[in-house]
Each structure stands twice: as structure tokens, then as C-alpha cells.
């Protein structure tokens, strides 16, 4: 089993797919696309001389071939450089909450280096593509200096880090219409408190099956999963996806045991996208988004808010003021609502519980939070 090595450098924001580069993956790559040395050469601005000598080097190193060298074709990969190419991705897509918040924790520590004066907005969350992208749009030329220090997270354990004094702000999701007595309800009123806690609205999108191209399996429904058989994949414990799924299967009066891969889970919903995408799922539950970077298509189920939460104590602070005056722009709105499946919900409005959760009651009385 060979030893992976992790490094990072520093640099203008790359546009590349991967979250982290490796030569080799770069070349296999170029060598699939363009279907000759030469071309790929000329397309990673490297000299042949150079891609050959690597590709050999690697093949020695690796003890396996990577290219098939046949006189007269064009180079083709190897069956094992497209199993690596392949477990590479799968890598990437499993890891890639990881992966940013360990991109987001060395940026934070370079940003206080470089810029004392750049706010940082420490967030626990749960994964989203639209708080990804937002991220990336506070480090555009000209935005206020703000750095989203984000970790992407089930939930539950946002709020709960919240809470634990480990982030200062959260992100969860919940269903539109919830009713009193929903599982959204007992999952997230005990983590929250009126008064204590404020919520931020932040966005509306759509939650659904993400099935493959065509939908060969024709679902519509979650009772489709379980009368044609589907293979599931579901989300992790914790994780608002997964609550919602459950709360779900409430509604349409089905058992999780229905569901063929219930405790088959993964961490993101690029890595449900990803399952599916490889033909070891037939569907899981997850954005319209992941769907579409993978060339998978999408059913849309529901649709949910997706809320940010903190302290009432934090919303002068210098970084929170930052986060609404970017979440209240103009700019940022017109690119939110070009996200498919999502749309702009009192984006950057600071919201009571009572509001954001119609469900709440105060009648019963509410046992103190802990390190509060």
C-alpha cells in the first residue's frame, strides 16, 4: 500500500475541480482527454519530453502500467489508471467537507497573519453548496474583508458547537411547514432558545432523489424506493438530510427498514451524488446541485429554509455586521437565485425563533444550556 502525502500551496483561488492537486491525476487526465502524450503536453503547458519521462517515472514507482504503449494508437490509460483516476474521485467527493474546512482552518491562520484586520466568521454547518459558494464570494476582488471560516457538519452538531462556544455562528436546514410535534421540532427546539439565540435567514432550496440520467428506475416518490426495490444511500446521523428524510418517511406513513441502504450513509451530498454517479446507489436524498455537477438528474421532493443561527451577544460584533451586509447585497442575492434549486429567503434578516420556526412554543419552561 503506497503512503499519501498532503501539502498546500499558496497562490491566486484555482478553478480547478479537485480539492487537492496531484500531478499525477492531472496527467491521467490530460492523457483520457486529449488521447495522445503530445496533446496533453501542450494542454498542461509541459514539454513531452517531460510528461513521458513522469508517466514513466510513476509507472516505476507504482509498479504498474499506466499507459497502454501501442505503436501506431492513440495512448490510452491502463485499466488500472482508470481504477486509480476512478478511487481518486471517489476520495475526493467522500472527503471534500473535510478537505475545505482543512483548507478553511490554513486560510484563517494565513488571513490573521497577512491582515490583522480581516474579519473572520467562524461557522459550523451543515454541508450546503450555496454557503461553498458564498465563501468564495466574500474573497472576490472588492468585498468587504471578511473570511467565512466554515466547517461543514451534520445539523445537529452545529448547533450543538454553537452552543459549546466552538463556532459563532451555525447553519441548519428544515423542511417548510413543519407542524408542531414534527421531528424537526424534537430534534432542534431542545439545542435552541428564545432570547439566547437569534436566526439569520440565509436561503430557500429544494431538496429531492438524486437519481441517474434519465432516471432509469422512473422515482418519483420515496414509496417508489421501496416497491421497485432501489438501492438507497442515505446521509449521516446527525445531519439535517437525514432528519428530514425520516420526517419524510413519517409523513408518507413508511418504516426506514423500507428503504433498501437505510444505514448506508455518507457525509455530503456531493458524496451521495458521487454513489450514485458510479452506479453503486440507485438514489439519495440531496440537492438539485450535486445532482447537476455529476450530469445526474434530480426529483424534487421538498422544499426547505436553510437558516443561519448565533447569539443575540454576537450580532454587533464586527464580523456577524459584515456577514448580513454581504448576505443583504444585491450582488450576492442575483447569485443566489442563479443556484438551481435555490432562491433568496429573508437573506441577511435577522429573524426571532418564533418566526423562522412556527412550531415553537413557549409554554413549557426550558432547562438551562450548557457553557452558556
Not at 488500472?80 to 467527493?93: H, I, S, V, Y
Not at 448580513?324 to 429573524?351: D, I, N, T
Request: aromatic share 6%.
Amino acid at each position: 500500500m503506497h503512503q499519501v502525502e498532503i501539502s498546500y500551496a499558496l497562490g491566486a483561488p484555482s478553478v480547478a475541480d479537485s480539492l487537492i492537486r496531484n500531478p499525477l491525476m492531472d496527467l491521467l487526465q490530460a492523457v483520457r482527454a486529449q488521447g495522445s502524450i503530445s496533446a496533453a503536453a501542450r494542454g498542461l503547458g509541459l514539454s513531452y519530453r517531460h510528461v513521458w519521462g513522469e508517466l514513466k517515472r510513476w509507472e516505476q514507482e507504482l509498479g504498474q502500467n499506466l499507459i497502454l504503449w501501442e505503436r501506431g494508437q492513440p495512448a490510452r490509460l491502463s485499466a488500472f489508471a482508470d481504477k486509480l483516476l476512478w478511487a481518486e474521485r471517489q476520495a475526493q467527493a467522500r472527503l471534500a467537507p473535510q478537505i475545505q474546512a482543512l483548507r478553511s482552518d490554513l486560510e484563517r491562520a494565513l488571513a490573521q497573519a497577512f491582515d490583522p484586520d480581516t474579519h473572520v466568521a467562524s461557522l459550523y454547518a451543515s454541508h450546503d453548496e450555496a454557503l461553498a459558494s458564498l465563501r468564495s464570494f466574500a474573497q472576490a476582488p472588492g468585498a468587504t474583508k471578511l473570511h467565512l471560516d466554515i466547517q461543514f457538519c451534520g445539523s445537529v452538531d452545529a448547533i450543538r458547537a454553537l452552543n459549546e462556544g466552538r463556532c459563532s455562528m451555525a447553519g441548519f436546514h428544515v423542511m417548510q411547514g413543519a407542524a408542531r410535534g414534527s421531528i424537526a421540532q424534537r430534534t432542534y427546539k431542545p439545542l435552541l432558545r428564545p432570547g439566547l439565540h437569534k436566526v439569520i435567514g440565509f436561503a430557500q432550496r429544494s431538496q429531492g432523489l438524486i437519481v441517474a440520467r434519465g432516471n432509469p428506475l422512473g422515482l418519483q416518490s420515496l414509496a417508489d424506493l421501496q416497491q421497485r426495490g432501489a438501492r438507497y444511500v442515505n446521509r449521516s446521523l446527525g445531519t439535517g438530510t437525514r432528519v428530514l428524510l425520516d420526517e419524510l418517511l413519517a409523513r408518507d406513513g413508511l418504516a426506514a427498514a423500507a428503504l433498501q441502504g437505510y444505514d448506508d450513509a455518507e457525509p455530503s451530498h456531493a458524496a451521495v451524488a458521487q454513489r450514485v454517479a458510479s452506479g453503486t446507489a440507485d438514489a439519495g436524498l440531496g440537492l438539485g446541485l450535486a445532482a447537476q455537477l455529476r450530469g445526474l438528474d434530480f426529483v424534487p421532493l421538498v422544499l426547505e429554509n436553510y437558516y443561519l443561527v448565533c447569539l443575540a451577544s454576537a450580532l454587533e460584533q464586527p464580523s456577524t455586521q459584515a456577514l448580513l451586509g454581504l448576505l443583504q447585497s444585491a450582488s450576492w442575492q442575483q447569485q443566489l437565485a442563479g443556484m438551481p434549486g435555490y432562491a433568496p429567503a429573508q437573506c441577511g434578516e435577522v429573524l426571532s425563533l418564533r418566526r423562522a420556526l412556527p412550531w415553537w412554543s413557549f409554554r413549557t419552561a426550558r432547562k438551562p444550556l450548557h457553557n452558556q
